[in-house]
Every structure is written in C-alpha cells, then in structure tokens.
C-alpha cells in the first residue's frame, strides 16, 4: 500500500457539496492499495503512520506521533498514488489494485487506525471527491508498506 501523508490543521473531504469526513490537528492521509499487497499491509502500514514523528515537541521539533498529540485522522482513497509516469504524457495506473480488494484494503487501514487509538474520519471509496486542507509546516511524506517489513 502506499500513502502520502499531511501534517494538517485541518482537512475536510466533501462529495457533492456535502461534507462527509473532516478534522482539526493531525493527519491527511492519501492512501493506494496496490498490486500484490500483502493481507497484512494495511495493518503494518497503519501501524507506521501512527508512530509517525513529525509533529513538534515542546522544543520545537518534529519529535511526535499524531498519537502523541492526540491528534485525527483523515483517511481518503486515491487510486492515482499507483500513478507510473514514466513513458508518455498520460499516466498508467495498471499497478493499483482492482475496486474490490482494494476497497477493503482501505477500510482496513481506516479500521487499523482506529483500532490504535486514532479518530478517524473517511472519504468514501470511488466517489468524486473534494478535499481541503491546511498543511502544517508544510509536512508531506510518501510512505510504501514495502519499503520495510
């Protein structure tokens, strides 16, 4: 799975001019079932993202989870993270995984996130979204559940 990941203020996802998840303080996450993932990686990768530390400290460091600060979570499927760009002018996405298993990956995660304590809030899987959010910092950082085990 991959994710790219916001440090925010705040975020809200709407569809259709209605609001269906939003937050205060904590994280934006964009997230991409890919491929060949694993059963387990939406549970290692929640597990990751929890822990991540780039909230400050009383220092002024990034040295805090969102766990940490008690933050949320807005947690929002976007198949175009699988995005390959390397011929051509029109990006491939034959490397996301189908809506099906994909779907379930993704509520997985959501569900992982909150099984760590996290509230979090979701967008809603294949729909025509509008995201906003404030990025703190900004903070943006790409995260792949294969990039560790």
């Given amino acids: 799975m991959r994710a790219l990941i916001?440090?925010?203020?705040?975020?809200?996802?709407?569809?259709?001019?209605?609001?269906?998840?939003?937050?205060?303080?904590?994280?934006?996450?964009?997230?991409?079932?890919?491929?060949?993932?694993?059963?387990?990686?939406?549970?290692?990768?929640?597990?990751?993202?929890a822990k991540l530390r780039i909230f400050r400290d009383e220092a002024g460091k990034m040295n805090r989870s969102v766990q940490d600060i008690?933050?949320?979570?807005?947690?929002?499927?976007?198949?175009?993270?699988?995005?390959?760009?390397?011929?051509?002018?029109?990006?491939?996405?034959?490397?996301?995984e189908g809506p099906a298993r994909g779907e379930t990956l993704?509520?997985?995660?959501?569900?992982?996130?909150?099984?760590?304590?996290?509230t979090v809030e979701t967008g809603r899987f294949g729909a025509d979204m509008q995201v906003a959010l404030v990025n703190d910092g900004p903070v943006t950082i790409w995260m792949d559940s294969t990039d560790r085990t």
Wanted: proline share 5%; aromatic share 4%.
């Fill in 70 to 96: 008690g933050g949320a979570a807005l947690v929002v499927s976007q198949f175009t993270l699988a995005a390959d760009t390397r011929t051509g002018n029109r990006p491939g996405f034959s490397t996301a």
């Fill in 6 to 49: 916001q440090r925010v203020t705040e975020a809200r996802v709407t569809i259709a001019g209605e609001t269906v998840g939003a937050i205060g303080p904590g994280l934006m996450v964009l997230v991409c079932a890919m491929q060949g993932d694993p059963d387990d990686a939406p549970e290692k990768l929640a597990a990751r993202v």
């Fill in 106 to 118: 993704y509520l997985r995660f959501a569900d992982a996130l909150r099984d760590l304590g996290l």
